[in-house]
């Protein structure tokens, strides 16, 4: 395993493992405006939401890893602190990464990758109308992390309003995660697009408890053939089969040459997410 010290690490190299490593992100399109009423585009991916109540995304504009200057993004939202994060989907991709070009202070960056610029409800900088949602913030709190090169400045920002295209919602009046269509940033020029086949369940453990895998047959534990997320999967249950029900399947269960037999038809059990099924054949 290569273990690494950042301190020993130029900001450029450090900068690639990290962003390899921890990803995807998802993108934060800013729209800001500078005190004389210039607008601003940037995207960002050191992005996230941190609250619900209230509702707060934190993004983090950091400094120039070569020069150490701050960006015009940052130098606005200290100017005029209001934001509109835009999100970025798969059709606006290519013009979102255009606007990122380090064009010179000023340049209209709407202007430059054709976005349109439409007036925002309650701030000053403006939507991007092809984005699918726009957050209208008010700047809570600036955070700088440091002043050198690749330094990051925490921009803490509330929303006000948000604003949500028609064509991505469901039946029910919310986000249909097919239909939205968004792209996230992984490291180098690499993205990742969150869609068709890219996209999975896994049922959050909230109301239930699971039994966890400490509590398996050691045979099952330590199974050849059983991933770790088939573990997991396995885990995830209440409680395990009753004797009854164990009784009432045998009858209708084919015959296993092997333990590894039965725990690969398991496998296939599990694949289809039947998770009670497949404790049905392992304990039999």
């Not at 997991?232 to 015959?255: C, F, I, Q, R, T």
Request: net charge negative; charged share 25%.
């Amino acid at each position: 395993m290569l273990t690494l010290d950042p301190k020993e690490l130029t900001i450029q190299v450090l900068q690639k493992y990290l962003q390899n490593a921890i990803a995807p992100r998802p993108i934060c399109f800013a729209s800001t405006m500078s005190k004389d009423g210039k607008p601003n585009l940037a995207p960002f991916s050191f992005f996230n939401i941190f609250s619900s109540n209230p509702p707060v995304l934190v993004f983090s504009p950091a400094r120039s890893g070569r020069t150490g200057a701050t960006k015009d993004t940052l130098d606005n939202v200290m100017e005029v602190p209001e934001v509109v994060v835009n999100m970025v989907n798969y059709d606006m991709v290519q013009q979102m990464s255009l606007a990122s070009s380090p064009f010179a202070k000023g340049v209209n960056e709407f202007e430059k990758a054709n976005f349109t610029a439409i007036k925002s409800d309650l701030v000053k900088p403006f939507r991007v109308k092809e984005s699918p949602v726009q957050l209208e913030c008010k700047v809570m709190e600036i955070k700088s992390l440091g002043e050198k090169g690749g330094a990051g400045n925490l921009v803490i920002c509330e929303i006000i309003k948000i604003h949500i295209q028609d064509n991505i919602l469901d039946d029910s009046k919310q986000i249909d995660t097919q239909k939205i269509d968004l792209v996230s940033r992984m490291g180098d020029n690499w993205y990742c697009r969150a869609h068709g086949d890219s996209l999975f369940e896994v049922q959050k453990p909230i109301t239930s408890i699971g039994i966890g895998i400490d509590s398996f047959p050691e045979s099952i534990k330590h199974s050849k053939v059983l991933s770790g997320n088939n573990l997991g999967l396995l885990g995830s249950v209440e409680a395990l089969p009753a004797n009854e029900e164990l009784l009432a399947y045998k009858s209708s269960l084919k015959n296993f040459n092997s333990e590894q037999e039965k725990h690969e038809y398991a496998k296939t059990l599990l694949e289809i997410n039947k998770v009670k099924e497949a404790w049905l054949v392992l304990l039999n």
